[in-house]
């Protein structure tokens, strides 16, 4: 039996409830200080809210710290760390490996931060003690069945969400345009931006295009496949995103793995409960790039997003005539007032508002750019918004309900879909009914009331209708005893994999590049312990010019049609630049990687 889990991003309480109302088996969350999403950052008090929350469920609450730390701020970390698992966190996620090497008694997931690429490195994670290692999005499904074979560590892959068109980790591209480092939570996502393509000569290729803006990842149609290679847990990106697209994207994967899980005997779900969803889930209709499934089949062109690196939403149609003040599609659509649409030409792209609906005129705000032949998309369905927004999901756990009454008082009996237990009696003398039927009538409906608890009662029998009980304490009876089933639910302690690291794994190579960040003595005092000899100082903390910024498993020559290994008519060396900064990229076709250097020649200040 194997256990899955969706694993769901919370950027605050708010989020973490939506998070598991709809359905995740487990959130993580950012704590004060140390998170690679520095806006998501959360007090202790607010985990420990969620904790609270989460393991009536048996949700688990992953706490990250996945940025690499200076020498000065290990004392600060540890003692974050520690007052995490005070508030009872069930997991903890790292970049750096002096987290590891504090000897912390809780569980440790290696952050995709720490570059988790290979087979060789997730073995050797797992032998230093990490529990679960958190693989790099751009693996494919082969390279997933690698790593399964190597290790027998629990995996965990992104499903949803945005890219990191840089391998996780191995990024400094942000480091080359500002102090704002993404190893330090800090990213100012350059990737984002708009690029001009030139070759060795300076001759322009394409201009003002965002050439590193991937489409955002959509694995819905493998998760069965990825299931068969190894994965254990489901990650959806968004520890930033509004808490719309937590409940649609959440409530559409729990839909799926359910379906998955249903008909199989060899898994079985993590956590307990079940959602009851008032809307129909549609990824779609939540923040997206256009979706794509990235690398998961193989290196594939059609992964770039070169016209926008903003949600464009789902494509709606094409537009076949326009007027003055309106257009006509070339096909019905369900669009709205209030709807907010985008329309996308070979060479501009404009965004507007529905302000009516006109038989088959669509009449927006405003007409700029949309011309006959756009493409039109919806980036916010107001209705599909509404719905959200007056959800009223729930979350209950079934319980099984034995009341027994007699002469001496009432027994009320609970136990609920996972097997936990409570009793729980009201002793005074009861006198004999005058109708038992009535009696077990009304007993029956006082205990079926679960309304403002989170649970719902599936069976319930009723003993000894021959005494008389008011409704009243019947009632008062139940309270206590569903109050004390949550409490027990709360307060027990969930199976943890807690490993600890005996020195005795070898790290996979004599050397630790500049690349790895190792950034602190605790850091290093681990490597060497298993077997490093040479640590280069890590290029977080050197100047980037002319080094490699970035390594990538998408490739620009691949996304145009001018594949190295398929007689490109483009050939020599390539750069793109945006104002001052500069990249010269590198092809190694061998491997299929394409890595950015950093060529940037920054102006001098004037005194």
Known sequence: MRYIELLAPAKNFEAAKA????????IYMGAARFGARRGAANSIEEIARAVEYAHQ???????????????NELSQAKAQAQELIDAGIDALIVQDMALREMGLDVELHASTQVGNTTPEGAKFLEECGFSRIILERALSLDEIRATRQATTAELECFIHGAICVGHSGRCFLSRSTSSRSGNRGECSQPCRLPYDLRDSNGRLIMQGKHLLSVKDLDLSRSLEELIDAGITSFKIEGRLKDNGYIQNIVSHYRTLLDQIIARRDDLKRQSAGRSIIDFTPDPAKSFTRGGSEYMLHGRKADVASFDTPKAIGEFIGVVKSTSRKGFVLDRKADISTADGIC???????????????????????????IEAG?????????????????????????????????KDGCELWLRDEEGIEVQFSELQPLTESNNKEKMIQTAHKQIAKCGGTIFSMRKIDILGGEFFAP????????????????????????PHNIIKDDGSARYPSRRVTRYENVTNAMAEKFYRKHGVEEIEKALECLPTHGERVMVSSYCIRREIGECLKENPRLKGELHIEHGY???????????CLMSLYDCSIKPQNKE
């Open 19 to 26: 998070a598991i109302d709809h359905g995740a088996d487990a």
């Open 57 to 71: 469920y048996g949700v688990r609450v992953h706490s990250t710290m996945n940025t690499v730390l200076y020498d």
């Open 343 to 369: 329309a996308i030409t070979s060479n501009h792209m404009t965004g507007s508002n529905i302000n009516a609906i006109e038989g088959e005129w669509i009449i927006p705000n405003r007409m700029d750019g």
């Open 374 to 406: 756009a493409k039109i998309f919806r980036n916010y369905d107001h209705r599909f918004t509404m719905q959200l927004e007056r959800s009223r999901t729930r979350r209950i756990l079934d319980v099984d309900a034995r009341l027994k009454l007699s």
């Open 471 to 494: 409704a009243s304490l019947i009632s008062e009876l139940r309270r206590k005893a569903l109050e004390e089933l949550r409490l027990k639910r709360v307060n027990r302690t969930l």
């Open 581 to 591: 900064s500069k990249y010269r990229l590198e092809f190694d076709c061998k491997r």
